[in-house]
T-cell receptor, first 113, second 111 residues
């Protein structure tokens, strides 16, 4: 099992450009998440998908859109990148249960100039 | 927004020393998780605590959940350079709700 995979690992964008971050999991998890991580701020939830066909906003959704393509895949799109979106982006998926432990991908390091 | 505060933010110690990291909130958690993250990688779950007063041990790591389920601590005995990393706590306020992460404690253990 690969667990949670993310592509690309690194990306540099110019302000105003668009891109899509891809995430896939092979653990048959129902729920998937996108976080961003900035220095000293832990992880902040951007969007999540509780199950295939549903998506909901998290704490910091502005400037992003998501698509739950199927049970395995959850993508994050930046329509018009801004320097404030420079960050490390993590995708995660979770088991269904009382505690919802999360399994994370390796991250995408995005720089917007 | 529910807040989770971790302290200290940074910790640099010598190999063999003991340390404690704290995670505090004014709200009650239904459960709390601790993750460890190494540079260039995603966080990896260490433990989940659910019951107030619960203590869990993972080799040299001891995790404690406060009686009132508002706080938690991570104690490392005889730290080793391999313990170096970012330690994150994450709380869930209602079962099935989203996780909220603390700001993290960056630990460096020098040989």
């Amino acid at each position: 099992n690969a667990g949670v995979t993310q592509t690309p690992k690194f990306q540099v964008l110019k302000t105003g450009q668009s891109m899509t971050l891809q995430c896939a999991q092979d653990m048959n998890h129902n729920s998937m998440y996108w976080y961003r991580q900035d220095p000293g701020m832990g992880l902040r939830l951007i969007y999540y998908s509780a199950s295939e066909g549903t998506t909901d906003k998290g704490e910091v959704p502005n400037g992003y859109n998501v698509s739950r393509l199927n049970k395995r895949e959850f993508s994050l799109r930046l329509e018009s990148a801004a320097p404030s979106q420079t960050s490390v982006y993590f995708c995660a998926s979770t088991t269904r249960g009382v505690t919802y432990e999360q399994y994370f991908g390796p991250g995408t390091r995005l720089t917007v100039t | 927004t529910q807040l989770l505060e971790q302290s200290p933010q940074f910790l640099s110690i010598q190999e063999g020393e003991n340390l404690t990291v704290y995670c505090n909130s004014s709200s009650v958690f239904s459960s709390l998780q601790w993750y460890r993250q190494e540079p260039g990688e995603g966080p990896v779950l260490l433990v989940t605590v659910v019951t107030g007063g619960e203590v869990k041990k993972l080799k040299r790591l001891t995790f404690q959940f406060g009686d009132a389920r508002k706080d938690s601590s991570l104690h490392i005995t005889a730290a080793q350079p391999g313990d170096t990393g970012l330690y994150l706590c994450a709380g869930m306020w209602r079962a099935g709700n989203m996780l909220t992460f603390g700001g993290g404690t960056r630990l460096m253990v020098k040989p």
